[in-house]
């Protein structure tokens, strides 16, 4: 029975990550575009979820949820001037006979690195209203409203991104003392230019000005070339190997 279940919620995994893999076209169907470190996770994340309950903090995610005894469920955040509504999808739990036993919705936010306070409305049918899982609010005096609140404060990962400068700050974590190189489109995908350096153990950084564009780059140790695990953003190297990309946006 347990096998039972755990194939029922494998089949829902495979269901959520099938839009996921697309071919790169009828002439090139053996090649499969790769799922991002974001989009496993939250597959991950959503498989987790068994009931409806209060927000929950998971690394850079919230997870929001609500009872599927309505038709819509959205949420709204201030930091959007509540502008866009983002729906509710739906989550089943299934039993051993393939049988739904439960279904609520849910809604997955990603946080950035200055989001620690979150103030939100949800929209049930159409109404506007707190979040009835959320006991947490705050007053807004822009809007006059009571809003939902959720302290999202968590110790946040260093991570690759562009500075205010514009330089672009590469950052690779992983074993102590070893020599880690930094390489890409913008040189010529030769490796051995850039070495990153240790300023803590296993940490590694690197800034580099880079003008306005969108750049392919991987870290290297030795002949193995790695992925930027803290930038989900994926491509290919010309050489058809997984690589990460960035975007250095012009300045307004």
């Known amino acids: ?67 599927s005894d309505s038709r819509f469920v959205g949420i709204a955040f201030d930091f959007e001037n509540f502008h866009i509504i983002h729906p509710y999808q739906i989550r089943k739990i299934y039993d051993a006979d393939g049988e739904v036993t439960k279904s609520f919705f849910f809604y997955i936010l990603k946080l950035d690195k200055s ?5 939100y409305r949800v929209v049930v049918d159409g109404l506007w209203t707190l979040d009835p899982t959320n006991t947490e609010k705050k007053y ?25 400068d514009g330089i672009v700050r590469f950052v690779y974590q992983g074993e102590a003392k070893q020599q880690v190189r930094l390489g890409g489109s913008f040189t010529n995908w030769d490796s051995w230019i850039y070495e990153m350096k240790e300023v803590k153990p296993g940490l590694y950084e690197f800034d580099l000005p880079l003008p306005p564009g969108t750049y392919q780059y991987a870290f290297f140790t030795g002949v193995n070339m790695m992925v930027d695990r803290s930038n989900p953003q994926r491509c290919y190297s010309p050489d058809g190997k997984v690589a990460s990309q960035l975007t250095v946006a012009q300045k307004k």
């Open 115 to 119: 989001m620690t306070d979150i103030r």
């Open 140 to 164: 807004d005096r822009a809007t006059g409203l009571m809003l939902s609140y959720f302290d999202a404060n968590r110790d946040i990962p260093p991570a690759t991104e562009v500075q205010k």
């Open 1 to 67: 029975m347990a096998t039972d279940v755990y194939n029922m919620e494998k089949r829902f995994i495979c269901s959520l990550l099938l839009s996921l893999f697309l071919l790169a076209g009828a002439a090139f169907a053996e090649k499969v575009a790769p799922v991002s470190d974001e989009e496993a996770d939250r597959a991950e994340l959503v498989i987790r979820i068994k009931d409806v309950q209060a927000p929950q903090l998971k690394g850079d995610y919230v997870i929001f949820t609500a009872d």
